[in-house]
């Protein structure tokens, strides 16, 4: 199958710091990423679609200015926590399309906010 | 009522059992339907992926969409401990490349040695 990969697979940061997060499709170009989120025994709540060229589309109650998504390539996609709290804390997984439509993940990155 | 639901477990099984997997969904409009395998704190790994009603078999894995009672199965056969993970449903409306994908809460499998 085709590989997303996801940098780093975890982070540690004070609150008020901001963590960047890259997703790349190694193998094609992926037109369309997304960005999930996923705590503890959860299911992957979708927080945006990210399309390359063009501003993201957000999930209604997911702040854009807190989760900074920048798509600037056909093969990769960044996810900027901004100020990030404990709240914030969680598995972040990011996608991509693949070109016969299927969906593939990257390894997920766990962030931990002191 | 939730788009997707899915008992999530656990699920333990003894070393060679067939595991049957389900979701109930409510949308009428999904049309694709897939299932992902999640080992702890990694990303999801897409398993089986089909179009609308209709079986669809790879190595032990099995699934199945029933569209008019909304209803998908994932079965595994001779299951192994390497089969222990979260299983993760997911559905959507379009084709899966650009449509965003809804799932089900996951339902954890343990199989004992």
């Known amino acids: 199958g085709a590989v997303v990969s996801q940098h780093p697979s975890w982070v540690i940061c004070k609150s008020g710091t901001s963590v960047k997060i890259e997703c790349r499709s190694l193998?094609?170009?992926?037109?369309?990423m997304f960005w999930y989120r996923q705590f503890p025994k959860q299911s992957l709540m979708l927080m945006a679609t990210?399309?390359?060229?063009?501003?993201?589309?957000?999930e209604q109650g997911v702040e854009k200015d807190k989760f900074l998504i920048n798509h600037a390539s056909l093969t990769l996609s960044t996810l900027t926590v901004t100020s990030a709290h404990p709240e914030d804390s969680s598995f972040y997984i990011c996608?991509?399309?693949?070109?016969?439509?299927?969906?593939?993940f990257g390894s997920g990155t766990q962030l931990s906010v002191l | 009522q939730k788009e997707v639901e899915q008992d999530p477990g656990p699920l333990s099984v003894p070393e060679g059992a067939i595991v049957s997997l389900n979701c109930t969904y409510s949308?009428?409009?999904?049309?694709?339907f897939m299932w992902y395998r999640q080992y702890s704190r990694k990303g999801p790994e897409l398993l089986m992926y089909?179009?609308?009603?209709g079986n669809k078999e790879d190595g032990r894995f099995t699934a199945q969409v029933d569209k008019s009672s909304k209803y998908i199965s994932l079965f595994i056969r001779d299951s192994q401990p390497s089969d222990s993970a979260t299983y993760l449903c997911a559905m959507s409306q379009g084709r899966g490349g650009s449509e965003k994908l809804v799932f089900g809460k996951g339902t954890k499998l343990t199989v004992n040695p």
């Open positions: 949308n009428s409009a999904f049309q694709y």
């Open positions: 193998d094609f170009q992926a037109t369309t």
């Open positions: 996608s991509a399309s693949y070109p016969n439509e299927k969906l593939f």
């Open positions: 089909t179009y609308s009603s």
């Open positions: 990210s399309n390359e060229g063009s501003k993201a589309t957000y």
